[in-house]
């Protein structure tokens, strides 16, 4: 019944998409999901959430997602030019946050991924992730960091970026750092609590901090 309301109104170009937000907040979260992809020009067919989301996207900026997905109290987030594509059959769990940081950002996820609750993959370059991947809690994916010339506050200096690349089938265990300039092979495994600061090859088994590789997967 909300959602059929609620549904009416977005078909209305005169209704100023904020307020319509707030609007929602009176009405099951169920709906409110949909709402947000539906202002945004997404396919809200097929996309279950149990718990708020949240999209907010700059007006020339790209976010598109495939169906079949479940999101749960998500932040969906682009600045600027930025871009993300979701692909399909994606499980976010709660709090986590996907987002573009920097002007020409891209984030790109594949098919079958999983996310992990208060995992946070942010974007100031290029993100790329495989298909069937899997993504523990307390994760970090973020491809730039602070300069820190010595004559210069760090806050005053631009970010230092450097494209992340992770393959296919990779499962990356809770609490894993992933920083600038990283490829992950397809099917590797990075262990609970592991930085990784460099290229971990195909199939690889890597844990510690750095990560390093220990075994491969027979």
């Not at 600045?79 to 950002?105: F, Q």
């Not at 993100?127 to 730039?144: F, M, P």
């Not at 971990?200 to 590789?213: C, L, T």
């Amino acid at each position: 019944m909300e959602y059929n309301v609620l549904k009416g109104l977005i078909r209305n170009t005169l209704v100023d998409p904020m307020k319509l937000l707030r609007f929602a907040e009176f009405f099951p979260s169920f709906a409110l999901g949909k709402i947000y992809l539906s202002i945004f020009g997404l396919n809200p067919l097929k996309i279950h959430n149990f718990g708020r989301i949240h999209i907010r996207k700059y007006d020339k900026s790209t976010i598109k997602i495939k169906s079949g997905i479940l999101l749960r109290d998500v932040e969906i987030a682009t600045r600027y030019n930025g871009k993300i594509i979701i692909g399909k059959n994606i499980m976010c769990k709660p709090y986590s946050r996907l987002e573009t940081l920097e002007d020409g950002a891209e984030l790109i996820i594949g098919d079958n991924v999983g996310v992990g609750a208060y995992t946070m993959i942010g974007s100031t370059d290029r993100i790329s992730i495989g298909n069937d991947v899997l993504i523990s809690n307390y994760v970090q994916i973020i491809d730039g960091d602070h300069g820190i010339k010595r004559d210069e506050l760090i806050r005053s200096q631009k970010m230092v970026s450097s494209p992340i690349e992770i393959g296919s089938d990779v499962w990356i265990g809770a609490g894993v750092k992933i920083l600038k300039g990283v490829k992950i092979g397809d099917g590797a495994v990075i262990g609970a609590g592991s930085v990784v600061t460099k290229n971990i090859p195909p199939y690889a088994v890597a844990v510690g901090v750095p990560a390093k590789v220990i075994k491969y997967r027979e």
